[in-house]
């Protein structure tokens, strides 16, 4: 496992380790241990962000954890952060450290438009970057913006599978990682995806 930390792509790595588990794989203590400790020491601090994306991640160019690119710049940038920290929750949520960088990335992402699932512009897309993250912290602890998350998305419907302001596979992830009950609905409007 640790070979999908890249030293040099806290990103990729993030990515790498974020779709192990999604397939249904585990890390071992030690794993966790080494990935936490990796992604802790590879913060990049710029204006609010704690994980804000190098130069080097930028010019190689950001991708959503689905593989899909992101049209905004404002999506690219907090995915990246909000990926990251998403990881941190799902690995680490109880130690010191992981949760001082959670309270301090929260203090920017509460005041962002998109962590209200705002359906206008760019901030669209990024709201399910943030449902993501919302979704790791703890369904029931943020169930109402969950909730309003998946009325913005059926109301989004473009008729064809797919919502006119999100991103498909991203938004598909999202679901799928609910538990059933919730994303069921949306996933089974989906489905023709999948065909």
Not at 49 to 78: C, D, M, Q, S
Not at 140 to 161: M, P
Request: charged residues 20%; contains cysteine.
């Amino acid at each position: 496992m640790l070979a999908i930390i890249e030293p040099n792509d806290l990103y990729r790595t993030v990515c790498c380790a974020t779709d192990l588990l999604f397939q249904g794989n585990s890390l071992s203590e030690t794993e966790v241990d080494a990935l936490v400790a990796f992604i802790l020491a590879n913060t990049h601090p710029h204006k609010g962000f704690i994980f804000f994306p190098t130069p080097a991640v930028r010019a190689a160019g950001i991708r959503l954890v689905t593989g899909e690119k992101p049209r905004t710049l404002l999506l690219a940038n907090n995915a990246v952060e909000l990926e990251t920290l998403r990881l941190l929750a799902l690995l680490r949520p109880d130690l010191p450290a992981v949760q001082q960088v959670l309270n301090q990335a929260n203090l920017r992402l509460e005041k962002q438009c998109f962590a209200s699932v705002c359906m206008v512009g760019e901030c669209a897309a990024a709201s399910i970057a943030y449902l993501r993250y919302l979704t790791a912290l703890g369904v029931e602890a943020h169930r109402a913006q969950i909730d309003h998350g998946l009325v913005s998305l059926k109301q989004d419907r473009s008729g064809n599978g797919k919502w006119r302001r999100f991103p498909t596979r991203f938004t598909r992830r999202w679901l799928q990682e609910l538990p059933c009950q919730l994303g069921a609905a949306e996933l089974a409007y989906s489905l023709p995806l999948q065909a």
